[in-house]
Nanobody, 127 residues
Framework: QVRLVESGGGPVQTGGSLRLSCEAT????????MGWFRQVPGKERQGVAG????????YYQPFAKGRFTISRDKAKNTVYLEMNSLKPEDSAMYYC????????????????????WGQGTQVTVSS
C-alpha cells in the first residue's frame, strides 16, 4: 500500500503561484510514476501532469504546459507541482496519485487510471 499526502494548497490571487507537494510513504516500490489531478464539484477528475520517478520524464496536459512544472525528489519519494500564472479556472481540489506505469503514463494521466490516491489539497484562485 502506498500512502500519499499532499500539501501546499491554499488561496492565491490571479497571476500568483503555488507549489504543491506530495510525499509517498509505505510500499513505494509498488509504484514508479506519479501524477497530479484536479477536480471541481460536479465535474470529472482531470489529469494535470505526470512523471516517471526513476528518470524524471514528465508529461503535461495541454492546458498545463508552460504554466505548470512537475518535478520529483527520488530520495524523498516526493513529487511537486509548481503552478504559475494561476487563473480562477485553476481553482480545484488537487490530488496526487501513484501507479506502476508500463510506458503508459500519458494514458493514465488522460484516463485517469491510478491505483493510489491522496486526500487532496484545495487550491482557490481569486480574481
Amino acid at each position: 500500500q502506498v500512502r500519499l499526502v499532499e500539501s501546499g494548497g491554499g488561496p492565491v490571487q490571479t497571476g500568483g503561484s503555488l507549489r504543491l507537494s506530495c510525499e509517498a510513504t509505505g510500499s513505494t516500490s509498488s509504484s514508479n510514476c506519479m501524477g497530479w489531478f484536479r477536480q471541481v464539484p460536479g465535474k470529472e477528475r482531470q489529469g494535470v501532469a505526470g512523471i516517471y520517478m526513476y528518470n524524471g520524464v514528465p508529461y503535461y496536459q495541454p492546458f498545463a504546459k508552460g504554466r505548470f512544472t512537475i518535478s520529483r525528489d527520488k530520495a524523498k519519494n516526493t513529487v511537486y507541482l509548481e503552478m504559475n500564472s494561476l487563473k480562477p479556472e485553476d481553482s480545484a481540489m488537487y490530488y496526487c496519485a501513484a501507479e506502476w506505469c508500463k510506458d503508459d503514463l500519458i494514458f493514465r494521466i488522460i484516463s485517469p487510471r491510478f491505483t493510489y490516491w491522496g486526500q487532496g489539497t484545495q487550491v482557490t484562485v481569486s480574481s
